[in-house]
C-alpha cells in the first residue's frame, strides 16, 4: 500500500511539473521586436496549462490551448533594449530569450535576386569585413514547402547581430537596405529573409489569395492533401491535354511514336559522354520495360526513381502517377492497386531540364519498385531515350510544385511567422513569371492582402522591386514577358496605396540574370521605406509617369515625384518611347524631348491609343531626374 501511495505520489508530482513551456523560434535570443504596437508572441505548453509572460515591464496571462499552442498579447514598447522574454507555466518552469531589442522589423522575401547572398555582390570582401553592427540583426528562414500553415519552419532558426561571420550568406538586397535604414532611423533594426530562388508568385499565396485567383488548382491541391494518387491523375489528365496539343503525339499511349534510344547509365545526361548533351537544357522521354511475375504485380507499392533534375511527369502502363520539381528531391511515387500486371511493364518519364545538370541523378540502386511487406525490384538498368524537339514550350505544372505550386511556399515559410510585428516587407520577384505574365498584377494584390491579414497590419507597405534588365538587345518594338511583369507591378502598387516600386531595369546586366550591384537595390528600397513606412518627404520611387495626353504640340507626358528637372543622359533625347495602337505590329518608337517634369513625343500622325517606355526584357534606358533616379517603365493609354 505504502508503494502505491508512493507511486501515484510521483506520478502526480510529474503532472504538476509537466515541461517546461517553449517560445516560438523567432523569439529567441538576440531578436527584435516590432516597437510602437502591441507585442504578439506564441510558443507551446502542456494543453490547459496556465502560463505568465513578460518582457521589460510587460506582463500578461495565458492558457495554452488543446492544440498546446499558446499566444500572448504584450503592450506597445518604444524602441530600446536589451531586455529579457520569458513565459513561466503554473510550475514555476521557465522559458526565456536574452539580449533581445524592441526597433523595426522588415521582412525580406522573393526569388533569387533577393535570395542572393553577400559573397556574390560588387565589393563582397569590403561589405562583409565591414558589417559590424550589434542593434542590426538578421534571422534567415529556412527553404520549406508545405500543403498546409506549418507552426515551425523547415529547420533551425536563430537571429545573429551583423558580424563577418553572420552576414556572407545572407540576402545582400535586404542587408543592405537595412544597412541603411540603421543609419537613417538610429533604432534596432531586425530584418528576416525568406526567399526562395526560381519560384512563382503563386506559392507565396495564402490560402485566401489562391482562392481569388488560383482557380481549379485550388481544389486539386485540397485533394491531394489527402489522396495524392488521385490528385496526381487527375493532373496528369491535364498534363496529357497540353502534351497532346503542343507536340501532336501521346508517348504513354503509343511509345512507338517516339525513336529510343539506349540510355548509356542512370546519371546525369552532361556525363554520358555524348557531345549532344554536353550542355543540353530541354526535354527527354525515358522508357524502363519492366517483367514481372503476378506475385511482385500485386505486392507493388511504390516506384523509387532517385533525384531528377529538375521536373518530371512519370507515368506506369499509360497511367499518369506523380510529377515534382527539385534537382534534390528523391521520387517516390504511390503506385494505384492493380496498376502493375504480371508480364511486361512499362515505366515513362518526361524529364525536363531548364539550367545546369539534367535528368536522373543516380545511382542506378536508388530505382526501383518497393513491395508490400519487404523487398524491391531492381530497376537500375535497360532504360532507353527520346529527345523532345526544341521549341515545344513548358508543360503545365501542378499546384503542390515546390516552385511553382499554389501556396506551399507560403504554407512553409510564411506561415510560420505567424502574427509577427513588421514594419513593412520588401518584395524581389518575377522572373519566373515573365514567361506567364498574364493575371501577375491580381496575384501581387492577393498576396500583399493575404500578409498583411496574417500579421494584423492593413496599411503594412510593400515594396516592390521592379525587374532588372536581362536578355538580349532590342533593336525595334517588340513584345516582352518582363516588361509586362514590370507593368503588372506598377500597376497593382498604384492600385494598392500601402505600396511602391523600386526601380531597377538601370541596375542589371543582360548577360546575367542574378546583377551583382545590390548595394543601390538596397539604397532604393530604404528611400521607399522612408517615404512610405516613415514619412520622410521624398519621392519612394523616383519619377514616376501620371498620364499621356495628345496635343496640338505633341504627346505630352506628366511625371510626379521628380527630384529638380528630367534629363537624357548621354544624348540630346531620351530613348526608349513607344507609340502604339492596339496591335504588336503597330508599336514604333518616338521622338521624345524632355523638360522639367514633361516629356514630350513627336506625334507621327499615326494610329496610337497607348504609350510604352522601356518595353523589353533589358531596355537602355537614360531618363533621370536629379536625385538621381531613373523614371521607371510604363504603359498608360494616350488621352
Known sequence: MRFAAAALAALLLGTAAGAAPTFHPLFSDHAVLQRDRPIHVWGKADPGERLVVTFGQGRTATVAGADGVWRAELPAMAAGGPYRLEATGANGARAGADDVLVGDVWLCSGQSNMELPLTRVLNNDSEISGARDPELRILTVPKKTAVSPAYGFGGPVTWTAVTPQSVPGFSAACYFMAKELRGSQHVPIGAINASWGGTAIRSWLDESASRAVGGADVDLLALYRHDPVAANRQFGTRWQGWWEAHA???????????????????????????????????????????????????????????????????????????????????????????????????????LLDAYGFGGFQGPAEKLRLGLAGGGVTPLGDGWEYSVVPAGIGDPPRPPWDAAAGLSLIYDGMIAPLGAYGFKGAAWYQGETDAGSPAGYADKLQAMMAGWRRQFAAPAMPFLIVSLANYGGPQVGPHASGWAEIREAQRAATVRDGHAAIVVAMDLGDRLDIHPANKQEVGRRLAQAARALAYGATVPPSGPEIVSARRTADGIVLSFRGVKGALHAWSGARPLGFELCAETQDSCRYAEATAAGATVRLADDGGPATRVRYAWADAPVVNLYDEAPLPAGPFEVPLR
Not at 532517385?306 to 511527369?313: K, L, P
Not at 515534382?324 to 508480364?343: I, Q
Request: net charge negative; charged share 20%.
Open 248 to 350: 501532336h503525339q501521346a508517348p504513354w499511349l503509343d511509345a512507338a511514336s517516339l525513336a529510343w534510344k539506349p540510355m548509356p547509365k542512370i546519371a546525369y545526361w552532361e556525363t554520358w559522354g555524348d557531345p549532344a548533351f554536353a550542355k543540353f537544357d530541354g526535354i527527354v522521354w525515358a522508357r524502363k520495360r519492366v517483367t514481372l511475375t503476378a506475385e511482385e504485380a500485386a505486392r507493388a507499392q511504390t516506384l523509387s526513381l532517385g533525384v531528377i533534375d529538375e521536373i518530371d511527369e512519370t507515368f506506369v502502363n499509360g497511367v499518369p502517377v506523380g510529377n515534382s520539381f527539385g534537382w534534390d528531391v528523391d521520387r517516390d511515387y504511390t503506385l494505384p492497386k492493380g496498376l502493375l500486371h504480371a508480364g511486361e511493364n512499362v515505366i515513362l518519364v518526361n
